[in-house]
Each structure stands twice: as structure tokens, then as C-alpha cells.
């Protein structure tokens, strides 16, 4: 399985902006996606997770209200859209592929496969 994260890049505090996540090899629609993120100098850890039944958990308060994941079934990926972005939401972006439910914590364990990771900048 590859997993490849697009569309990240600098935007300025207040954008917008959404990542994708997508795999070749398997079709995304049926597995638990985890979006991560790992800021300079501080570990990875989880912003939100979606399951095969399109449940959604939260990992990290600040994101709520700012950042939805959502499925896009035509194209065979899970976006993250960012709104309201702040230069602390500056990191580096990962797509984890898994199964089962989401993890009730920020656990990455449950996510087998991992993209390479997409650079985010929230700077004016």
C-alpha cells in the first residue's frame, strides 16, 4: 500500500486549506483514516480520525470547529478541510490507513500504513 498526502503549502492565519489523502493498491472507502501532524520540535501526534462508517473522533480540542475530514468517493480519498488556520497549525501533515474503529485516543498503533507526509505553513 502507498499512501500519498496533496495539497498542503504556506497559507496565510485565517485561510483555508485542505489536504487529501490517497492510496494506491487499495480503495481508501473501507479503511480508518487517521490525519496526524507533527510541529517543529514536538512529537506527532492525532488531529482526527474517520472510520469505514464515517464516524468522526477529535483528537485535539484546538482543531474543533476549524478542521472536518470527510470522504470524497470519487476520487477514492479523505480529505482534511483546515479553516481558520493559525501559524500553531504549522506541521508537517500525515495520512495514517487502517482498520477498525477510530482509536479513542491520538493512538497511531491502529494505522498500519503512513504517506510521507505533506508540509502545512500558516504564516503571513
Known amino acids: 500500500v502507498h499512501v500519498v498526502e496533496s495539497g498542503g503549502g504556506l497559507v496565510q492565519p485565517g485561510g483555508s486549506l485542505r489536504v487529501s489523502c490517497a492510496a494506491s493498491?487499495?480503495?481508501?472507502?473501507?479503511?480508518?483514516i487517521g490525519w496526524f501532524r507533527q510541529a517543529p520540535g514536538k512529537v506527532r501526534g492525532g488531529a482526527l480520525c474517520?472510520?469505514?462508517?464515517?464516524?468522526?473522533?477529535y483528537y485535539t480540542d484546538s482543531v474543533k470547529g476549524r478542521f472536518t475530514i470527510s470522504r470524497n468517493n470519487a476520487k477514492h480519498t479523505v480529505d482534511l478541510q483546515m479553516g481558520s488556520l493559525k501559524p500553531e497549525d504549522t506541521a508537517v501533515y500525515y495520512c495514517?490507513?487502517?482498520?477498525?474503529?477510530?482509536?479513542?485516543?491520538?493512538?497511531?498503533?491502529?494505522?498500519?500504513?503512513w504517506g510521507q507526509g505533506i508540509q502545512v505553513t500558516v504564516a503571513s
Open positions: 474517520i472510520d469505514s462508517s464515517d464516524h468522526n473522533t
Open positions: 495514517g490507513v487502517g482498520g477498525g474503529p477510530c482509536p479513542t485516543g491520538p493512538s497511531a498503533e491502529v494505522f498500519a500504513s
Open positions: 493498491g487499495i480503495t481508501l472507502d473501507y479503511y480508518t
